[in-house]
């Protein structure tokens, strides 16, 4: 939290994306009593649980609450369904079907998420920040339009071609509806919130601005006018140059990077406040020198400003929980 108010500290603060999951035995072992995967998401006492095993682990400086950014489509009635293997698929919306929606009762919906934060923030010690999410609405819209996972979400950047009037009030509705989200998880005890949009590398130049920073700047606008006190990290994967205005055009207090941001072009950044990020996950997953030498780099580069350190990306399944240890005792100093 002091670090997200402009604070440097050394070592910095540290938290990994997707530290609840299946690198982490613990995490297979409750998720294959809690059945699905959304089962788990919508039981808080599962949730609450596979949120602390990385706490309890490692002791993380953040808690991220375990949810999806996909419980959204799934209050919309899109039908989610995670398949093993298969990654998320949702029925794929049209036309039509956008021209039908409507922001009622999601928030309603999303009460057992809500309830893990609750539980979570009455759980966790006070020096443990509790971090809320959602996605942004252009990452979120590329699942809901192609209904799964693309490797470079053509169908989404098609459909906003052909059908700007129908692609800007799906925006527009997610954005207001997750911003009442997190509005949400603030009032349930998030202490700051994370806007995952990890697909914003996918588009051009005026997409960017119109698809990734104008809905992201009106959630975060709506979310301080209520709650002056909200901390907001943006993450939008894959920006690159465009990350010199995000910032400042989205009103985020801290900027999320990936690993392939440059580390001079980082500290830049860094100039107009809080960054956090981006060791290359892969970097966990070899372990060793590599691990080292890209732990040594951030530091060296970032260490003297606000920095909350973390991963580019998600931790990855094959990540050895040794090697996420040997990260953790590396940036606190400890070897
Ligand atoms: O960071 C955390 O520990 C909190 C939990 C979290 C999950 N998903 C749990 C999860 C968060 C913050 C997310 C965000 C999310 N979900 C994003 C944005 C960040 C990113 O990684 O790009 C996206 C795009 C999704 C959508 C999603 N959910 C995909 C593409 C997948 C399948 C890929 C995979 O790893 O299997 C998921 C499933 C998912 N979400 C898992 C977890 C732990 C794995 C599901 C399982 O246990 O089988």
Redesign the pocket.
Known sequence: MRVLDGESLSPPPL????????YLPE??KT?AKAGS?LD??YTPEYAVE??LQ?IRRYGFDAA???????VIPDAMKRNVR?T?GH??EMDPIDETGIGRLDGEGIVDYLQPVLETVRRLRDTLPDETTLLG?C?APW?VAT?MIAGH?TPDQAPARLFAYKHPRAFEHLLMLLADVSADYLVAQIDAGADAV?I????AGVLGEKEFESFAIRPVARMIASIKSRRPHARIIA?A?GAGYQLKTYRQKTGADAIGLDWSVPLAFAAELQKDGPVQGNLDPMRVVAGGRALDEGIDDILQHLGNGPLIFNLG?????QADPEHVRVLVDRVRGLM
């Open positions: 938290w990994l994306m997707r530290q609840a999951g299946r995490y297979r998720r995967f788990l998401c596979v949120t990385p991220i609450l375990f949810s999806d950014i996909l995670f093993e990654g998320p999410f996605g990452t699942y996972g994370q995952f949009d990890s697909w993450f994967k990306h998600g931790i990855t399944p």
